[in-house]
Each structure stands twice: as C-alpha cells, then as structure tokens.
Nanobody, 125 residues
C-alpha cells in the first residue's frame, strides 16, 4: 500500500522553527517529485516547497523563500521541510505529496498523485 505520512507539526511562537517529515511506505521516493502544500483556514491549498525527482532542483513560494528548506533523505525514504522564522500567516495544515514525474512542472499541484493526510502547524503569539 502506497502511503505518505507527515509528522512534526505543532504549536510554535512567531520566530520559531519546526521541521516537518514526510515518510513514504510501499514505494521508494527516489526519482519522485515531492512537494509540500498547505491549506490555511478559509483559503485554497497552495504550494509551499517542491523538489524535483530528476535533478534535485527546488521551488519555493515567494512567501517562504529564505525561511523554508526542502530536502530529501533517500536512505530514509523521507522528505523534510525545515521551517524557520515562522509567522502567524504560516498557520495551516501542511500536506506532502509525491509524483512519479521527472518533468519541469514539479511545482504544479496537478502532477501529484499521492497525498498524505496532513499535519497541523500553528504559529501563535
């Protein structure tokens, strides 16, 4: 059974940091594009950070550039999202997704086939 499981969410003060993990089971993330998306209350789901399955290139939404870092550990079959300098507007449910896709549009939500159930991140003062 193909599965993605997110972990690492929680409550944090503004300016704090969290690292989210996305562990895959039932398949290998090697050569898969992997993305982190989020949905804030009352808003559409948006792409936050994605990593290519072919060359390791990355994409970041403008709102998180310089603060978030996506990385992968193929040995652990896990992708991470390190989030620094968190702001209240980062509050959302964060989802990871994977795609058997090696093209250039790995930042596009439509290419993703497999989704986790999400982990809540709340940044509050």
């Amino acid at each position: 059974q193909l599965q993605l499981v997110e972990s690492g969410g929680g409550l944090v003060l503004p300016g704090g940091s969290l690292t989210l993990s996305c562990a895959a089971s039932g398949f290998s993330l090697d050569y898969y594009a992997v993305g982190w998306f989020r949905r804030a209350p009352g808003k559409e789901r948006e792409g936050v950070a994605c990593i290519s399955g072919s060359d390791g290139s990355t994409y970041y939404a403008d709102s998180v550039k310089g603060r978030f870092t996506i990385s992968r550990d193929n040995d652990k079959n896990t992708v991470y999202l390190r989030m620094n300098s968190l702001k209240p507007e980062d509050t959302a449910v964060y989802y990871c997704a994977a795609a058997d896709y090696s093209g250039s549009y790995y930042y596009y939500e439509g290419v993703y086939d497999y989704w986790g159930r999400g982990t809540q991140v709340t940044v509050y003062d």
